[in-house]
C-alpha cells in the first residue's frame, strides 16, 4: 500500500503499500498506461495501488499500530496462483526524467542505491522469509510449507537513469506504470517468469512528484499487467520534498531518514504481497509495514539499524507473525 504522510489517521494508508489506509485512499483506482509499442497497455485496475500515509495523517499512523495487536498478517491466495513473495530477489532502481541531470538536492540517489545494496540478507530483511505462496488461503503461519519469501545478497539489480527526455511534471498512475514496463525492457526483464521475484522503483525528480505526495501520502505500490508478465513497481517521489510529512528527522534519525524509512516500507510490502492485493494483508487491508508505520517509541520504534556490510540507515519495523503471543513490529528478525 501506500505510505501515508505524518498525521494520524492510519499511517500506512493508502500510498506506498503502508497497508489499510493506502488501500482505501487509492481505492480500486483503475489506470491504463500508454500502450507502447509491442507490449500490452498497463493497466491496474485489479491491483489498485497501496500507498504510504504521511505521518500524522490519523487514518494512518496511529490505528496501524493498535491493529497489530490483535490481527495477523494471513495469505490472500496470489494473483494466478504466482508472484506472491519475492524476497527482494532483485530491485531495479529508475531515475525518470532529465529533470534528474545536476539536479539531486538532497543527495536521494546516491542514499537509496546504498540502502539497497546493503539491504539483502540483513536481519531487518529477514522477517519476510516467514510467509509463503503456495498455501492455503487465510494462512498465518506457514511453516515449512508453501514456497517462502527469500533474502539473498546482493537485492539491487541495476540502476537507470532514464534522462534522454523529461519525464512528466506531475505524473499519473498510467504513466508510471509505463515507465515500469520501460524499465523492464531496458533491464531485459521481458517474461513473465522473471518478473514475478523483481520490483522496480520509479524515482521522480525533486519538484516532480505526483499529485497527493506529502499531504496525502509518500509513497506507493502497485502493479500493472504488460506484455512481459505482471510489473511491481513503486512510485517513489523526491522524499524530502515533503520534510517531516513524510519522515524528515522522525525519531531524531536525519534530515533524509524518509528516504529509507518509506522506501524500505514500500520494499517490504512489494516482498510480501508484490501483485497487490494477493499476498500477506491482515482483516482491514494493511501489509506487513503498514502495520508498523511511524512508531516513535517502544517496540518496534523506527530506528538506525545496521544492515549487510555495516551500513546504518533509518527503517521502520515489519510485522512478524510470530513475535511473541500474538505478532509485533520487529526491527531484526532470527
Excluded at 14 to 22: D, E, K, R
Excluded at 221 to 241: K, R
Excluded at 272 to 299: H, M, V, Y
Aim: glycine letters at 16%; proline letters at 4%.
Amino acid at each position: 500500500m501506500s505510505f501515508a504522510p505524518r498525521r494520524h489517521t492510519s499511517t500506512r494508508s493508502i500510498a506506498a503499500g503502508v497497508g489499510l489506509a493506502g488501500i482505501l485512499a487509492a481505492g480500486m483506482a483503475t489506470a491504463a498506461g500508454a500502450a507502447t509499442p509491442g507490449r500490452a497497455a498497463a493497466r491496474d485496475s485489479d491491483r489498485p495501488e497501496i500507498m504510504m500515509k504521511i505521518h500524522g495523517d490519523p487514518s494512518h499512523a496511529a490505528k496501524p499500530v493498535s491493529r497489530s495487536r490483535t490481527a495477523l498478517l494471513s495469505y490472500q491466495g496470489g494473483i494466478g496462483g504466482a508472484g506472491v513473495v519475492t524476497g527482494g530477489d532483485k530491485v531495479f532502481v529508475v531515475f525518470w526524467g532529465s529533470q534528474w541531470n545536476g539536479n539531486d538536492p538532497s543527495g536521494e540517489a546516491a542514499v537509496e542505491q546504498g540502502f539497497f545494496n546493503a539491504v539483502g540478507g540483513s536481519s531487518w530483511n529477514n522477517s519476510v522469509t516467514q510467509y509463503c505462496q503456495g498455501v492455503a488461503i487465510g494462512t498465518t503461519s506457514c511453516g515449512s510449507s508453501g514456497t517462502h519469501a527469500v533474502n539473498p545478497t546482493g537485492v539491487l539489480g541495476g540502476v537507470w537513469y532514464d534522462n534522454a527526455a523529461s519525464a512528466p511534471s506531475s505524473p499519473t498512475q498510467g504513466q508510471l506504470a509505463g515507465e515500469a514496463i520501460n524499465a523492464a525492457a531496458h533491464f531485459g526483464n521481458t517474461n513473465a517468469a522473471v518478473n514475478q521475484t523483481v520490483q522496480y522503483v520509479i524515482n521522480t525528480a525533486t519538484g516532480n512528484n505526483s499529485s497527493g505526495f506529502g499531504t496525502s501520502w509518500c509513497a506507493w505500490h502497485s502493479s500493472t499487467g504488460s506484455s512481459y508478465g505482471n510489473i511491481a513497481y513503486t512510485n517513489m517521489p523526491y522524499m524530502t520534498d515533503a520534510g517531516a510529512s513524510c519522515g524528515a528527522n522522525f525519531n531524531g534519525l536525519g534530515a533524509k531518514a524518509g528516504i529509507t524509512i518509506v522506501g524500505g516500507h514500500e520494499f517490504a510490502e512489494t516482498e510480501t504481497d508484490i501483485f497487490p492485493n494477493g499476498g500477506w494483508l491482515d482483516r482491514g487491508g494493511a501489509e506487513n509495514a503498514d502495520k508498523c508505520a511511524w512508531i516513535g517509541s517502544g517496540q518496534g520504534a523506527a530506528a538506525n539499524v545496521s544492515l549487510s556490510g555495516g551500513a546504518s540507515y533509518a527503517v521502520q519495523s515489519l510485522w512478524s507473525n510470530v513475535f511473541g503471543s500474538s505478532g509485533g513490529c520487529v526491527n531484526s528478525y532470527p
